[in-house]
């Protein structure tokens, strides 16, 4: 690097490469794939959130004319199940359905009308059950086991400093959210093809190629290296298509025929067919000295993670180590649970844990700093942890992490005027249809700041593979080629690789290979880590490549052996030339690549972190990043409608690759968090979900988010490529929370529950026979599920108090 | 007991993917649309398919985006005769005798290639599932409000989700070409030399689909 640089490297507003044919509809997504002669498969799903399965019967189905094949568990040739983590569901339901929703069986036909008439046609023998929905009860002693793995995906428990220490200001109360789901936009999709090898070829919107590969294998009984995939374009993921859905039925269906067949959910199938956030229930006992220093916190938490495992066990781990909230707290008890129960099931969704105990600890700030009398803002800035400090798994805090920086920064952003009551229209609660009275609005400002961790954790080797080849086009122009398994689903890696090849190896025209299992792992698109993970892998391909151009311009140019050795410290590369300023000589890219083209691989590690031991103690998460939101909300007291005035960020980003990208970033993961804080719920009436599409479940539109006014802060990370953080997760986290507490202000409530309905702010007539999602439930004041937390020496009936 | 189907609820959508050429089963229809221009013979839909279900699966119009079904999303807006529509809530069999136009047939000059052209430069497409819906509802808008507000702005493209962007690079596409044009537009007033390209611009903002 250095000199001239070439156009379009990292630190620019680079435009994405498949921005064009995306905004000309020309780009292919998975769903808009055809090929002749193709057949078309649907899901046969279980009306049942629990039973007994008896005879499936599929004769009058197989019948019919057009129907190709119908699979059900009796035809998965190899493992039953699959798993992220743990391999505990069943490709088919096979002799009990646990969630309302769960594949029974798929059909391939001629079309889809035929592929429906099937489903109607095949007749299963369901002996309902009576199921359970109460993630507090399934651990009881006497609660039934839902599953031969039982009822615990995991328990954790965190101790650090003394247990029974307090302070004399305390403050403790329960907190719930609801389902969230990832609603990308492309419900799901996938082109599998037989292939003559008896392998199987899949193009499919995924966000791990190469987990898919592995699932896939396993339940095809065949060895992975006849299972192949290449990534089809995807049209959002957010966490929804970390597990698999529809691949294996759709290969099990092309194998059964012998023809391609394209599988599809619509959007009803989508909120069935993938997990989504889980349902949180929360308590949390905070205590301060009184002038505002925090001494002790303890949480509990419960986590829904429905009726199969998926990435439960990995979300309790961030939801519980991050439960005290980027603060310095001598002492913490840290606990929590996720368990089965007859619920969807629940995995990755953007925040993964983090945003639910955000949404309670950043609420007991509030309340502490009530308690206290003390400005909110001031609170978090006096306890804000710094880097250095030890944190409640005893892992020290590395630097960057300027989470006192980020809540003063957001506190300083200038305020919008105050309401007048001559506004109408959108800057009204309620907006366009149900415009409140103006004079009857409130407005409330609330703060939140949490910190996410980056990358995959507890001693995972989440690596990343790419290979780079630097070539000459036919008209002799320089070109690279990136080759990476990193699944593009809009977060913009595309662009981030071609700018990391275009600074390191001067060459403007880079192509990037179709993400594909040909080339090694990526890993998720997921954790916040693809711009460190593979731009890391890209970078290092890059370099290598680099390395052997300048040895190969050194040897050509007859420069002594220890410049061959280590040609950087003589060559470099600037824009489309390799030049050495002491050699005098300054060669063309295309010149030094006549002689041949240059191919590296590079396999990109972070640095090893450790499991968590019995205390909950270890070095578990690689870094985190930090974010502050502050939320500026007008709420009419009559229809209890809110409307978002304004939103200000700031945001711990490291370095900044693409501006554009970020911006993009943090105004989408900020508008998922207001989601969340005000319409975003999938609603279960005894684990059946009620409300599976658009028209019920409310996603945010441009009349309901505001501007973001952003503020990034941009210290390196020492340890990632460029200094780079991931920044697609933390303003998720933050959102939420800042909302609910700009609500509270307004309204002078206390909001336990999230989202925030009308009915949760003024006292609306109810409706009994409706359906209103998990509320907070009438029983303990402490989550059941694990025992409560008397060993630390805390009474877990006393309510909030001040001493 | 019979299992229901999840997606029972979708009786719209029966007859989708229906290969082409013959009639279905069930007694197809027979009809022509105007999509982008060409005058296209549909064969085998059924008479209940969606505009959405019979441009995707039996004409191959895949630049139109099915998302929901339920006309809540944008992602299939297409213009019928000049007014914008979810092409999930139209009949196929109605829109005999309409101008389709979905975001391919908008063309590549004029407001349509402003719009798209913003789109890229302010970073409003991400994932990009929602951007040929975008792009037609930002082009309807701006044809009939060149100079909408804030608010109009916001009005207009409620019916449009996206999930990825939070729409601030949206709303910041749409101010991009309404700068873009108003200099275009104050231009003509005092250079000569910009007339040319303003006079360019408003033959193609008033001739219909081929003209956007």
């Known amino acids: ?803 | 007991m019979t299992a229901v189907p999840a997606d029972g609820l979708d009786a719209g959508a029966e007859g989708a993917d229906r290969a082409g050429g013959a009639a279905g089963a069930d007694g197809g229809e027979s009809y022509r649309l105007n999509v982008d221009g060409f005058l296209r013979t549909v064969n085998g839909a059924s008479i209940g398919d969606s505009l959405l279900t019979v441009l995707r699966d039996t004409l191959g119009v895949t630049a139109v985006k099915d998302a929901c079904e339920q006309g809540r999303c944008g992602a299939c807006s297409v213009l019928l005769d000049g007014r914008l529509a979810a092409s999930c809530t139209v009949l196929a069999a109605d829109a005999d005798g309409t101008r389709v136009v979905t975001v391919a047939g908008l063309g590549g000059a004029g407001l349509a290639r402003a719009v798209r052209a913003m789109f890229l430069a302010e970073g409003a497409v991400q994932c990009g599932f929602c951007t040929p819906g975008f792009v037609v509802a930002v082009t309807d808008l701006l044809t009939r409000h060149p100079d909408a507000d804030e608010e109009e702005i916001r009005e207009a493209l409620a019916g449009n989700i996206c999930r990825c962007t939070g729409y601030g690079r949206i709303l910041a596409a749409v101010r991009a070409v309404q700068a873009e044009r108003g200099a275009l537009r104050s231009g003509d007033a005092h250079s000569s030399g910009e007339t040319q390209r303003h006079g360019e611009t408003q033959r193609h903002s008033d001739g219909g689909p081929d003209g956007w």
């Not at chain 1, 035929?114 to 359970?132: K, W």
């Not at chain 1, 898919?212 to 957010?238: M, S």
């Not at chain 1, 803002?377 to 942890?385: D, F, G, H, K, P």
């Not at chain 1, 985190?624 to 229809?639: K, S």
């Open chain 1, 1 to 803: 690097m250095g000199g001239e640089a070439v156009s379009g490297g990292i630190g620019r507003s680079v435009r994405r490469p498949d921005g064009p044919d995306k905004a000309s509809g020309v780009f292919r997504y998975a769903g808009d794939l055809r090929v002749p002669g193709m057949l078309h498969a649907r899901t046969l799903r279980s009306p049942h959130p629990r039973a007994r399965l008896g005879r499936i019967d599929a004769a009058a189905a197989r019948r019919l004319p057009g129907v190709a094949a119908v699979v059900t568990a009796a035809d998965v040739p190899g493992v039953a199940t699959y798993g992220l983590i743990v391999a505990d569901q069943p490709v088919f339901a096979a002799a009990e359905v646990r969630y309302a929703g769960e594949p029974v069986a798929a059909v391939a036909a001629v079309d889809v009308a035929t592929a429906r008439r099937a489903l109607a046609a095949i007749e299963v023998d369901y002996e309902p059950l009576p199921p359970s929905t109460d993630p507090e009860r399934v651990l009881a002693a006497d609660a039934e086991s839902l599953h031969p793995a039982g009822n615990l995906f995991r328990e954790i428990d965190i101790r650090h400093g003394e247990p029974g220490v307090d302070g004399p200001v305390v403050v403790e109360d329960r907190y719930v959210v609801g389902m969230q789901d990832q609603a990308f936009l492309a419900p799901e999709a996938a082109l599998v093809s037989p292939a003559a090898d008896g392998g199987v070829d899949l193009l499919v919107a995924t966000q791990w190629l190469h987990s898919d590969r592995e699932q896939l294998a396993a339940c095809l009984g065949i060895p992975e290296n006849l299972v192949r995939l290449t990534l089809a374009g995807v049209g959002g993921a957010f966490g929804g298509r970390e597990d698999v859905t529809l691949q294996i039925h759709g290969a099990l269906l092309a194998r059964a025929t012998g023809a391609p067949v394209r599988i599809a959910y619509d959007r009803v199938e989508s909120f069935l067919g993938h997990p989504h956030r889980h349902p949180a229930r929360m308590w949390f006992r905070h205590t301060a000295t009184a002038d505002g220093e925090l001494v002790s916190v303890q949480a509990n938490v419960v986590l829904d993670g429905g009726a199969y495992a998926s990435s439960s066990p990995a979300v309790l781990a961030n939801a519980v180590t991050h439960a005290a909230g980027p603060y310095r707290v001598p002492h913490t008890r840290l606990r929590g649970v996720a368990v089965r129960t007859n619920n969807p099931p629940c995995g990755a969704m953007r925040g993964f844990g983090v945003p639910q105990v955000t949404i309670g600890h950043e609420a007991q700030m509030d309340r502490l700093a009530d308690a206290l009398g003390m400005d909110p803002v001031e609170l978090r800035i006096r306890n804000a942890v710094r880097p250095g400090d030890v944190l409640p798994t005893g892992q020290v805090l590395g630097a960057p992490l300027p989470a006192r920086e980020l809540i003063q920064l957001v506190a300083a952003r200038p305020l919008p005027p105050p309401p007048t009551a001559d506004v109408t229209g959108l800057a009204l609660p309620g907006g366009l249809p149900a415009a409140a009275e103006p004079g009857r609005v409130r407005r409330g400002v609330g703060y939140a700041l949490a910190y996410k961790n980056l990358l995959f954790s507890e001693g995972m080797d989440d690596s990343s593979a790419a290979r780079v080849r630097l070539d000459l086009t036919d008209d002799g122009t320089p070109r690279v080629r990136v080759h990476s398994a990193c699944a593009e689903v809009g977060q913009g890696f595309v662009t981030i690789a071609g700018q990391i090849a275009r600074t390191e190896l001067g060459v403007e025209q880079v192509v990037l290979a179709p993400a594909d299992t040909a080339v090694g792992s990526a890993g998720s698109t997921s954790a916040s880590r693809q711009t460190w993970m593979s731009g890391g892998a890209v970078r290092g391909a890059c370099v290598a490549v680099a390395d052997r151009l300048l040895a190969r311009v050194a040897r050509a140019a007859d420069l002594p052996a220890e410049v061959v050795e280590a040609p950087r410290r003589t060559l470099r590369i600037a824009a489309g030339h390799i030049v050495g300023v002491e050699a005098g000589l300054r060669i063309g890219i295309a010149d030094a690549l006549a002689e041949g083209p240059i191919e590296a691989d590079y396999t990109f590690h972070h640095r090893r972190t450790t499991a968590l031991d019995a205390e909950g103690q270890g070095d578990p998460h690689v870094a985190f990043a930090g974010a502050a939101h502050r939320a500026v909300v007008d709420v009419d007291i009559d229809l209890g409608l809110v409307r978002v005035v304004s939103m200000a960020l700031a945001q711990d980003c490291g370095t900044v690759l693409n501006p554009l990208s970020l911006r993009g970033q943090v105004e989408g993961g900020t508008a998922q968090g207001l989601g969340l804080a005000l319409m975003e719920e999938l609603i279960t009436v005894d684990g059946v979900v009620v409300n599976p599409t658009f028209h019920d479940y409310l996603l945010p539109t441009i009349a309901d988010v505001p501007d973001l006014d952003f503020v990034a802060v941009t210290e390196p990370q020492p340890d990632a490529p460029y200094g780079v953080k991931g920044v697609g997760e933390a303003p998720t986290c933050t959102a939420t929370p800042a909302i609910v507490a700009a609500i509270r202000a307004a309204v002078g409530r206390d909001l336990r529950r999230v989202p925030v309905r009308p009915q949760d702010l003024v006292d609306l007539p109810t409706r009994p026979d409706l359906p209103t999602g998990s509320d907070l439930p009438t029983g303990s004041d402490v989550p059941a599920g694990v025992d409560v937390p008397t060993r630390a020496g805390v009474d877990p009936a006393g309510g909030a108090s001040t001493a």
